[in-house]
């Protein structure tokens, strides 16, 4: 497609469920990336993909988070026994290059924790 | 310390001013820099990016200090469309660090 898509757009889901996110990149971008963004807060980052080497995973807040991206494309963010502080609006981003290219934004999943 | 810092505002401006935000990052081994633009309840999107000579587009400018790890962004001749949340980059080792913005509204 011609932007960054992610879905759902939109998920509410009980305490202690877990939750799967999908970011299917621009076609041809190497590098993929999440982040998440709370209420007021800035961007904080989770995960860096870049083609077939390893994750950047330096970011994840814990051991309930987990990312995988198959084929070098579509990408999905696994939170595992959610937690009410995991609400947020999970953002994947995609880049020709990497960092020094800047990164073209989905819009976002914005998750509720009940 | 945050790796990227910015005035939070807001910043409420009459159309047509002139305004500026500035922002420091703390890693001074970061290459590049940008300015992204947020609007309510929107994704960032890419607004510019930021060289050491300075650089323009339209009525934006933004500025690079290697020295003092200072970045500004100018915005000349404010439109009520301008209204929104810009956020200072600056890269790390792998991702981008994001300021938590500066809100400008533009008031009428």
């Known amino acids: 497609g011609a932007g960054v898509s992610q879905s759902p757009s939109n998920k509410v889901t009980e305490k202690g469920k877990d939750v799967e996110l999908r970011c299917d990149p621009i076609s041809g971008h190497t590098a993929l990336y999440w982040y998440r963004q709370s209420l007021g807060q800035g961007l904080e980052f989770l995960i860096y993909f870049q083609g077939n080497s390893a994750p950047d995973k330096s970011g994840l807040p814990s051991d309930r988070f987990s990312a995988e991206r198959t084929g070098g494309s579509v990408s999905t963010l696994t939170i595992q026994r959610t937690q009410q502080e995991d609400s947020a609006v999970y953002l994947c981003?995609?880049?020709?290059?990497?960092?020094?290219?800047?990164?073209?934004f989905g819009s976002g999943t914005r998750l509720t924790v009940v | 310390r945050k790796e990227v810092e910015q005035d939070p505002g807001p910043f409420n401006v009459p159309e047509g001013a002139t305004v500026a935000f500035n922002c420091t990052y703390s890693?001074?081994?970061?290459?590049?820099f940008f300015w992204y633009r947020q609007d309510c309840r929107k994704e960032p999107k890419l607004l510019m990016s930021v060289y050491s000579s300075g650089n323009e587009d339209g009525r934006f400018t933004a500025q690079l200090n290697r020295a003092s790890q200072y970045i500004s962004l100018l915005i000349r001749d404010s439109k009520l469309s301008d209204s929104a949340t810009y956020l200072c980059?600056?890269?790390?080792?792998?991702?981008?660090?994001f300021g938590t913005g500066t809100r400008l509204t533009v008031i009428p």
């Open positions: 980059v600056a890269t790390g080792a792998n991702n981008l660090f």
């Open positions: 890693n001074s081994a970061s290459q590049s």
């Open positions: 981003a995609s880049s020709v290059g990497g960092r020094n290219y800047g990164y073209t």
